[in-house]
């Protein structure tokens, strides 16, 4: 079946240890999202791919960054994680850009920063 | 500013009745809304849509009803059943620059007790 898949399911790093999150995903969409969910909370933009075109949310910190070497992968990298960036972390798809584009998600990593 | 709200985080409803989900918006200028609903350590799956040029949906037992001149839309399912038990996240896009970014809500976890 075609999907998006995340790895790792969960991730612990250490306080101000990079670490590298990864989605690929088989649907051949044009378009590659990362969401930030904290609990109780709605999903947050952080970025996004439109093809190799990177649109960076106005809020999203510098610390993170975004890949997407490939239609197929797109990698999230957290330069110097803090206590505050312990999350899911939810990648999702979409075939283009239109309203009426409903995404596809990943299962999401759960980051954890000691 | 949270544009899309849903003011219920939790929801218990008995087998077989029906359970009514509430979201409401502040941004006149969404036109296409959707539902995503997320079991526990899996991402988001779309659930059903209504574009703005109608006030009803309808898709086997879930049924989504928009009240523009209110700014707020419902989910009904009717009957209810416990592996309808999952947090239903109300989502509205807008094309900004080029791209669609979606605004989700909190979530409403639904428990529906057999």
């Known amino acids: 079946d075609a999907m998006v898949i995340q790895n790792p399911r969960y991730q612990v790093t250490q306080f101000g240890k990079p670490v590298t999150l990864s989605c690929s995903q088989t649907?051949?969409?044009?378009?590659m999202y990362w969401y930030q969910q904290k609990s109780s909370q709605a999903p947050k933009l952080l970025f996004h791919?439109?093809?190799?075109?990177?649109?960076n949310e106005a809020d999203t910190p510098d610390n993170f960054q975004s890949r997407r070497p490939n239609t197929s992968f797109c990698f999230l990298d957290i330069r110097s994680p803090g206590l505050g960036d312990a999350a899911m972390y939810l990648c999702?798809?979409?075939?283009?850009?239109?309203?009426?584009?409903?995404?596809?998600f990943g299962s999401g990593t759960q980051l954890s920063v000691l | 500013d949270q544009q899309v709200k849903q003011n219920s985080p939790s929801l218990s409803v008995q087998e077989g009745r029906i359970s009514i989900l509430n979201c409401d918006y502040t941004?006149?200028?969404?036109?296409?809304f959707l539902w995503y609903k997320k079991y526990p350590a899996e991402g988001p799956t779309f659930l059903i849509s209504?574009?703005?040029?109608?006030d009803k949906n309808e898709d086997g037992r879930f049924t989504v009803f928009l009240n523009k001149s209110a700014k707020h839309l419902s989910l009904h399912i009717v009957p209810s059943q416990p592996g309808d038990s999952a947090v239903y996240f109300c989502?509205?896009?807008?094309?900004?620059?080029?791209?669609?970014?979606?605004?989700f809500g909190t979530g409403t976890k639904l428990q529906v007790i057999p």
């Open positions: 999702a798809t979409s075939r283009g850009g239109a309203t009426n584009e409903k995404l596809f």
């Open positions: 649907l051949n969409h044009n378009v």
């Open positions: 791919y439109y093809d190799k075109d990177f649109n």
């Open positions: 941004n006149s200028m969404f036109d296409y």
């Open positions: 209504i574009s703005s040029i109608k």
């Open positions: 989502a509205a896009p807008a094309v900004s620059g080029g791209y669609q970014k979606v605004t």
